[in-house]
């Protein structure tokens, strides 16, 4: 996860290559359906740990073939040695078996840049892979540089020391890796954590994203964005899905201190262990995978209404840590895990 701290990359690199080799045949066998991939991203040079707006563009032209089964972006970002850093997959929006011929489509998505012992150029390849894991990469029209991948794009990573850095305080637990993907690395809050940043002066937009074990909580859980003058943002959380939230913090909003204190509080809590989820005796709170402050100005341009201005705020009312059972069917918190060496 993107937290601020240099993160393990050993396990992140060997799971990447596998994920590389496995997405989809190698051969390059096959027909060109001309259809163009294109990328553009809000800013071509971007710190390691930083978050990014991405434009996927797929242009088919009016001979274009209607694709016939489910299939994923691939999306590969590789350094100077031609080794790939990282991956964007996904699935296009709209379904590419849902294009037509003659049209283009368009989407936009945040991508948090891992943090890797690497800075300068990277390539971004694009192409097209059955969603299956079995068939062929479909050919397309632009610059093959071998296994049906496209060269769309080139980027810069900048040094992590760019970033706005940030001091993690109390009410975090330990780091986390997700079982099913060792390269997602996540961290629980208490009911509420605090963490600081060095004051810029300026506009600063927050990105967050996270979920948590809706289920456990008696009420619908709310969590509180702000800082120390009063000002943030109130988010109802109404499922166990992953969210993703941007607030824009004015340079009023964050005082004339040196340092600012940016707390995430839940309204409420659980202890796994006393609502029979499992062994788990920590109190938490909210799961964080992504926690990132940027200079607004240095951003780039961010997606019309996918930013919401912060405003003056109450922290709810605490309701007490449930220690009834949960409801049927409650997701199991994430069991604890040491933290990882830096």
Same mark, same amino acid.
């Given at each position: 996860m993107n937290l601020g701290r240099v993160s393990t990359t050993a396990t992140v690199l060997i799971v990447a290559g596998v994920a590389f080799l496995s997405s989809c045949s190698r051969g390059q066998k096959g027909e060109t359906n001309p259809i163009e991939p294109a990328f553009a991203v809000n800013r071509p040079r971007a /710190?390691?740990?930083?978050? $990014?707006? =991405? *434009?996927y563009t797929w242009k088919a032209d009016a001979q274009a073939k209607k694709l016939n089964q489910d299939y994923r972006a691939l999306v590969h970002f590789l350094d100077s040695h031609n080794v790939m850093l990282f991956e964007d997959d996904h699935v296009p929006e709209p379904a590419p078996n849902t294009w037509e011929p003659g049209k283009t489509y368009t989407y936009k998505r945040t991508k948090f840049i891992p943090i890797y012992p690497y800075v300068g150029p $990277?390539? $971004?390849?694009?192409?097209?892979? /059955?969603?299956?894991? &079995?068939?062929?990469?479909?050919?397309l029209k632009g610059n093959d540089v071998g296994m049906h991948e496209y060269e769309v794009a080139k980027i810069e990573l900048l040094p992590q020391t760019d970033n706005i850095f940030l001091v993690y305080k109390e009410g975090w637990h330990g780091t986390e890796v997700s079982p099913q993907n060792p390269s997602l690395e996540r961290m629980w809050t208490k009911k509420e954590a605090l963490v600081s940043f060095k004051n810029p002066k300026k506009d600063? $937009?927050?990105?967050?994203? !996270?979920? *948590?074990?809706f289920k456990a909580f008696p009420q619908p859980p709310v969590l509180t964005?702000?800082?120390? *003058?009063? !000002?943030?943002?109130? =988010? /109802?959380i109404e499922n166990s899905e992953v969210?993703? &939230? &941007? =607030?824009?913090? &004015?340079?009023?909003?964050?005082?004339?201190?040196?340092?600012?204190?940016?707390?995430?509080?839940?309204?409420?809590?659980? *202890?796994?262990? !006393?609502i029979g989820l499992n062994q788990d005796e920590r109190e938490l709170g909210l799961l964080v995978y992504h926690l990132y402050v940027g200079e607004a100005d240095k951003l780039g341009e961010i997606p019309a209404g996918t930013v919401v201005d912060a405003g003056p705020v109450q922290v709810p009312t605490p309701v007490p840590t449930p220690t009834a059972a949960p409801k049927p069917g409650a997701k199991p918190a994430v069991p604890a895990k040491p933290p990882l060496k830096k």
């Amino acid at each position: 996860m993107n937290l601020g701290r240099v993160s393990t990359t050993a396990t992140v690199l060997i799971v990447a290559g596998v994920a590389f080799l496995s997405s989809c045949s190698r051969g390059q066998k096959g027909e060109t359906n001309p259809i163009e991939p294109a990328f553009a991203v809000n800013r071509p040079r971007a /710190p390691l740990g930083s978050a $990014v707006e =991405i *434009t996927y563009t797929w242009k088919a032209d009016a001979q274009a073939k209607k694709l016939n089964q489910d299939y994923r972006a691939l999306v590969h970002f590789l350094d100077s040695h031609n080794v790939m850093l990282f991956e964007d997959d996904h699935v296009p929006e709209p379904a590419p078996n849902t294009w037509e011929p003659g049209k283009t489509y368009t989407y936009k998505r945040t991508k948090f840049i891992p943090i890797y012992p690497y800075v300068g150029p $990277v390539q $971004v390849r694009m192409g097209l892979y /059955p969603a299956s894991g &079995k068939g062929e990469r479909v050919g397309l029209k632009g610059n093959d540089v071998g296994m049906h991948e496209y060269e769309v794009a080139k980027i810069e990573l900048l040094p992590q020391t760019d970033n706005i850095f940030l001091v993690y305080k109390e009410g975090w637990h330990g780091t986390e890796v997700s079982p099913q993907n060792p390269s997602l690395e996540r961290m629980w809050t208490k009911k509420e954590a605090l963490v600081s940043f060095k004051n810029p002066k300026k506009d600063v $937009v927050l990105y967050l994203e !996270a979920d *948590t074990n809706f289920k456990a909580f008696p009420q619908p859980p709310v969590l509180t964005a702000s800082v120390g *003058t009063g !000002a943030g943002l109130q =988010i /109802p959380i109404e499922n166990s899905e992953v969210f993703l &939230k &941007k =607030i824009r913090f &004015k340079a009023d909003q964050l005082g004339q201190d040196e340092w600012v204190d940016l707390r995430l509080t839940m309204n409420q809590s659980f *202890t796994p262990k !006393a609502i029979g989820l499992n062994q788990d005796e920590r109190e938490l709170g909210l799961l964080v995978y992504h926690l990132y402050v940027g200079e607004a100005d240095k951003l780039g341009e961010i997606p019309a209404g996918t930013v919401v201005d912060a405003g003056p705020v109450q922290v709810p009312t605490p309701v007490p840590t449930p220690t009834a059972a949960p409801k049927p069917g409650a997701k199991p918190a994430v069991p604890a895990k040491p933290p990882l060496k830096k």
